[in-house]
């Protein structure tokens, strides 16, 4: 960790980078290594890299757009390989990889990886922690990567949750962190969820101790919502005995679809790398260049289900 520090204190630019498509992680462990950053290192031009326009970005703190001259420190969080990062890490002259994806591209100069962590922002607090003490983050920060905890293990539900997870946890409430504030915020509904989950729930499909369900591009356009939010449904069917994975498969407007994994006690991601995807051992994603590839997906799934 001496390495990240004298790195971070080295440079005068730096940017923080994550992965395209980004959710709650991704944004958390960014924006919060910028605010927690900004803040130690008051002096320092730092920067957001990657598109910073997104719906979830209404829960973090705001943040300003700069701009550098000179030569840049890139730090890369919550992504696996050089080819999810969003934006242009060329004009970095030294790259940190800081993450909690399995190992599959060790693209930074310095490599910061724990396999076990809930998440990125997991990663970050406790370097943060380690870095600061008992000394408090500032409420921006903390709350940015609360964001990003919450996400990943789903409010501290999912098995990626650990020790660890829980001692991040309470150094970003030392910050003084309104729990229910931001679970109310991040877990509101609207009510196009009701159509959609009717939708769900008179269309889905089972095979073995499978369950998924498809929206099309049609379907996705007949129940006004994007593609994206369509596979936030995935974990519909995380609570019934019956189903160890579950699956949304959304189309993309190019036709091809998009498929988010779920399972429990069954590593997914072998098969997910199997259709150009990957993740973790029980949340994964794969994509599909057309339907047909569909009942092959399922299949390997079952193999591993029953292996
Ligand atoms: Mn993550």
Redesign the pocket.
Known sequence: MEQLWKKIEEYENIQIFRHVRP?F??FG?QIGLYNALKEMYPNKTISLGGVMEHDLLDYYPSFENTTHDGDILGIVV?TANVDRIDGDITQCSYIIKI???IIVDQYGDLNIVDEKAS???EVVTLLLKEKNGEKPLNQNASLALFL?VV??TGRFMYSCTGEKTFLAASYLMTSGINVEDVFSKIYMKKKVSIKVLQFIYSNYKEQGKIAYYILTAKDLAELGISREEGSNYVNTFSNFEEFVVWIAITQNEDGTYRVSMRSRGVAINEVANQFHGGGHANASGASLETIEELPSLLEKLEEKING
């Open positions: 959710d992680d991704a462990s919550d993450d909690h994806h998440s990125a922002s990003g996400g990943d």
